[in-house]
Every structure is written in C-alpha cells, then in structure tokens.
Nanobody
Framework: QIHPMESGGGSVQAGGSLKLSCKAS????????MAWFRQAPGEERMGVASIYGGDTYYVASVKGRFTIFHDYADDADDTVYLQMKDLKPEDTGVYFC????????????????????WGQGTQVTVSA
C-alpha cells in the first residue's frame, strides 16, 4: 500500500509560484510512478503531470510552467514535487497526488485509466 500525502498548497496572485510536495510511504522508485491531478470547482478531475523513472509528461496547458521531479539530493525518492510558475487563475483547484505502477500514471494523466493510490488533495488558489 502506498499512501500519498500532499502539502504546499496556498493562495497566490497570477504570475506567482508555488511548490507542491507529495510524500508517498512505501513508494518504490524502480516500479512505481507518481502523478499530479487538478480538480477545479464544478469540474471533473484532470491530469496535470506524471513521472516514472526519468520520464516526465505534462498536459499542454502547463507545459513550460510546471515541473514534476524527485529531489535526489535529499535522498527522498519517495517524494515527488510539482514546481508551478507563472500561475494563472485557471490553475486554481484542488491538486491531488496519485501513485501507480509503471506507465499507468502517464496513461491516467492522458485520460486513460485511473490510479490505485490517491492523496487527500491540497488547495491552490490563483487570483487575477
């Protein structure tokens, strides 16, 4: 069992930055992937970015502004980060971290399938 736990949400003005963290107990870098999703008010949850090993994927709306990564300097490969820059009001929502096996995170972010382990979410609010 993997138990993702998000932190780092908050409120910023448009153009600002936030860094989200997701620590997943029992996560094993070699076999498992992690991903971020966003659910805006009144909308369905949508994929944002995924990481599996050294492979990353971003949806078009965040490419060039968001970065998903592990911080190996801290020897914390059970933690995935989402660095968000140049935030826009449309980035507002609850951000969920999720984990799965192999490339299932990539497929889920692209809208195909779901993932096995989910966090509780963290709120990000971007004001104009």
């Amino acid at each position: 069992q993997i138990h993702p736990m998000e932190s780092g949400g908050g409120s910023v003005q448009a153009g600002g930055s936030l860094k989200l963290s997701c620590k997943a107990s029992e996560y094993r870098y070699a076999r498992e992937c992690m991903a971020w999703f966003r659910q805006a008010p009144g909308e369905e949850r949508m994929g944002v970015a995924s990481i599996y090993g050294g492979d990353t994927y971003y949806v078009a709306s965040v490419k060039g502004r968001f970065t998903i990564f592990h911080d190996y300097a801290d020897d914390a490969d059970d933690t995935v980060y989402l660095q968000m820059k140049d935030l826009k009001p449309e980035d507002t929502g609850v951000y969920f971290c999720a984990a799965g096996m192999d490339y299932s995170c990539l497929r889920a972010v692209r809208g195909a399938g779901t993932l096995e382990w989910w966090g509780q979410g963290t709120q990000v609010t971007v004001s104009a």
